[in-house]
């Protein structure tokens, strides 16, 4: 029997991928190529659905991209010019392949497809609403709130029925849509979530979340999709409207330090060498006497090095990751259990033993990985193990778009930092600062009044109202299969 990871748990979960490509014969191809770059987005399911002129073609499946659109079979019945795909990663709700994306509706108007990227605050809401009216929902996802919308509106076109749609929603989202005459990229009006443009040699366009899926198909980057912006793409070229009002963005600050890829640009920075800069500002902030820096693999590379550079200290690969071990193992019985981060991890004892160690991650969620990695670096001989933390710390949930768990059980939401280190078993601990953290991606230090990302995860400040939450009880929302689904 196969079940997920438990030292899973311990990480905020990735969010979703979206891809999208107009005028491309074979954009099939290219979408599972973009999906491929995209995988550490969502790893649960995965689908893609194309339109050649005269009518849509889709494949969902759940696991990998590689497991769904590896074969030669299922890409050529995937025939068009233009597609839009997803992976996914669900926040809540069951798993099964009624979620998953892209969603498809036949309309009066004809076909529609559509991916997302976020979630809605206000979708049960909304639900209820539609359902009283009679809508019949197919899915379990918020994304379809959107889809019903749609449907019930009275404006006459495609784009206006989805801008109404889109007005009456609230929370993030980034969307690829496909119609018979368009493929259709929008982000909301606080740009939560990231959305970028790019070009092939071909003249082909391509939505994605991340500039790592334009360059693994050879395309340009040409700009980020604005919050607010709708951009449509189709045989008449591209037009770009921003029908919801100018109002002061709020990206999400967890695509620096954690989700996004490394090779990516988010927001016209590299996302590497803002995690480098976290690591200085984190020496500078709260460096100890030690002899060597590890990273905790992979998410704490780049900030490790950054901080071994600017502290004049060895940085070393003193824990090594097992890259083939996946999110799921066989027959969890409490003995592996125990023994679960040794599936993914092992102690490189050569540059530890002996040595005062300062470990380096991205964040601590419940700390339960935390506590086996400081275990198995004192097991491997380590003198001192300090741990510092390229974020600060986790005190409330993300209502956005990104799976914590719920605020009891964030170990830094319960805790001070001294006693979150005592439960770890380090000698010391340290988080970056807030303003460390705007100085690092080059916004200085944080204006409460007008932060220029969205760091509720961090502070609790919550930039759109939490509809839902405030609403409904728990167990209604946990019949949605939130956001990014």
Same mark, same amino acid.
Request: proline share 4%.
């Given at each position: 029997?196969?079940?997920?990871?438990?030292?899973?748990?311990?990480?905020?979960?990735?969010?979703?991928?979206?891809?999208?490509?107009?005028?491309?014969?074979?954009?099939?191809?290219?979408?599972?190529?973009?999906?491929?770059?995209?995988?550490?987005?969502?790893?649960?399911?995965?689908?893609?659905?194309?339109?050649?002129?005269?009518?849509?073609?889709?494949?969902?499946?759940?696991?990998?991209?590689? =497991?769904?659109? @590896?074969? $030669?079979? &299922?890409?050529?019945?995937? +025939? %068009?010019?233009?597609? !839009?795909?997803?992976?996914?990663?669900?926040?809540?709700?069951?798993?099964?392949?009624?979620?998953?994306?892209?969603?498809?509706?036949?309309?009066?108007?004809?076909?529609?497809?559509?991916?997302?990227?976020?979630?809605?605050?206000?979708?049960?809401?909304?639900?209820?609403?539609?359902?009283?009216?009679?809508?019949?929902?197919?899915?379990?996802?918020?994304?379809?709130?959107?889809?019903?919308?749609?449907?019930?509106?009275?404006?006459?076109?495609?784009?206006?029925?989805?801008?109404?749609?889109?007005?009456?929603?609230?929370?993030?989202?980034?969307?690829?849509?496909?119609?018979?005459?368009?493929?259709?990229?929008?982000?909301?009006?606080?740009?939560?979530?990231?959305?970028?443009?790019?070009?092939?040699?071909?003249?082909?366009?391509?939505?994605?979340?991340?500039?790592?899926?334009? =360059?693994?198909? @050879?395309? $340009?980057? &040409?700009?980020?999709?604005? +919050? %607010?912006?709708?951009? !449509?793409?189709?045989?008449?070229?591209?037009?770009?409207?921003?029908?919801?009002?100018?109002?002061?963005?709020?990206?999400?600050?967890?695509?620096?330090?954690?989700?996004?890829?490394?090779?990516?640009?988010?927001?016209?920075?590299?996302?590497?060498?803002?995690?480098?800069?976290?690591?200085?500002?984190?020496?500078?902030?709260?460096?100890?006497?030690?002899?060597?820096?590890?990273?905790?693999?992979?998410?704490?590379?780049?900030a490790a090095l950054g901080y071994a550079s600017q502290a004049k200290i060895p940085f070393e690969l003193g824990i090594i990751r097992n890259h083939y071990v996946g999110r799921t193992f066989i027959e969890p019985t409490d003995q592996i259990r125990h023994l679960g981060v040794k599936l993914k991890h092992n102690a490189n004892k050569a540059h530890i033993k002996g040595k005062r160690v300062i470990l380096v991650d991205d964040s601590i969620v419940r700390g339960t990985t935390s506590t086996k990695i400081v275990e198995m670096v004192r097991n491997?001989?380590?003198?001192?193990?300090?741990?510092?933390?390229?974020?600060?710390?986790?005190?409330?949930?993300?209502?956005?778009?990104?799976?914590?768990?719920?605020?009891?059980?964030?170990?830094?939401?319960?805790?001070?930092?001294?006693?979150?280190?005592?439960?770890?078993?380090?000698?010391?601990?340290?988080?970056?600062?807030?303003?460390?953290?705007?100085?690092?991606?080059?916004?200085?230090?944080?204006?409460?009044?007008?932060?220029?990302?969205?760091?509720?995860?961090?502070?609790?400040?919550?930039?759109?109202?939490?509809?839902?939450?405030?609403?409904?009880?728990?167990?209604?929302?946990?019949?949605?299969?939130?956001?990014?689904?």
């Amino acid at each position: 029997m196969l079940t997920t990871n438990p030292f899973d748990d311990d990480k905020l979960k990735e969010e979703c991928g979206v891809f999208g490509i107009f005028g491309a014969p074979g954009a099939a191809s290219h979408a599972a190529l973009g999906l491929h770059a995209l995988q550490h987005r969502g790893q649960e399911a995965t689908g893609i659905v194309t339109f050649d002129g005269e009518h849509f073609y889709q494949h969902r499946g759940q696991g990998h991209v590689a =497991d769904n659109f @590896g074969s $030669e079979t &299922v890409m050529k019945k995937l +025939p %068009g010019h233009m597609a !839009i795909g997803h992976n996914r990663y669900s926040t809540t709700g069951e798993t099964a392949l009624r979620n998953v994306q892209p969603l498809f509706a036949d309309f009066e108007f004809g076909g529609f497809a559509v991916a997302h990227n976020g979630n809605l605050t206000n979708a049960l809401t909304i639900k209820k609403q539609l359902v009283r009216r009679g809508c019949l929902f197919q899915s379990t996802t918020d994304t379809e709130v959107i889809i019903h919308l749609i449907a019930i509106s009275l404006y006459s076109t495609v784009e206006e029925r989805l801008i109404d749609a889109l007005r009456q929603v609230e929370g993030a989202y980034s969307l690829c849509v496909l119609t018979q005459d368009s493929v259709i990229g929008v982000r909301d009006p606080l740009g939560f979530r990231p959305l970028v443009l790019g070009k092939l040699p071909t003249g082909a366009h391509i939505f994605a979340s991340e500039t790592c899926a334009l =360059d693994i198909v @050879g395309a $340009e980057f &040409v700009r980020d999709v604005e +919050p %607010g912006e709708i951009i !449509i793409l189709s045989e008449s070229g591209m037009r770009s409207i921003k029908p919801f009002g100018k109002k002061e963005r709020r990206f999400c600050i967890f695509e620096h330090i954690y989700f996004a890829r490394p090779d990516s640009v988010m927001e016209g920075t590299s996302v590497y060498e803002v995690r480098k800069q976290i690591g200085r500002e984190l020496a500078l902030e709260s460096h100890v006497d030690a002899d060597v820096v590890i990273p905790v693999p992979d998410s704490g590379v780049p900030a490790a090095l950054g901080y071994a550079s600017q502290a004049k200290i060895p940085f070393e690969l003193g824990i090594i990751r097992n890259h083939y071990v996946g999110r799921t193992f066989i027959e969890p019985t409490d003995q592996i259990r125990h023994l679960g981060v040794k599936l993914k991890h092992n102690a490189n004892k050569a540059h530890i033993k002996g040595k005062r160690v300062i470990l380096v991650d991205d964040s601590i969620v419940r700390g339960t990985t935390s506590t086996k990695i400081v275990e198995m670096v004192r097991n491997a001989g380590a003198t001192e193990v300090h741990m510092r933390i390229s974020s600060p710390p986790t005190t409330h949930s993300c209502f956005y778009g990104i799976d914590t768990p719920e605020r009891s059980k964030l170990l830094a939401a319960n805790h001070d930092v001294a006693s979150m280190a005592k439960l770890i078993g380090v000698d010391s601990l340290a988080f970056i600062s807030l303003d460390g953290l705007y100085r690092a991606v080059g916004e200085g230090s944080r204006d409460p009044k007008s932060p220029k990302f969205c760091d509720a995860c961090f502070t609790g400040d919550y930039p759109l109202a939490l509809t839902d939450m405030e609403g409904a009880n728990q167990k209604e929302l946990a019949t949605m299969a939130h956001g990014d689904d």
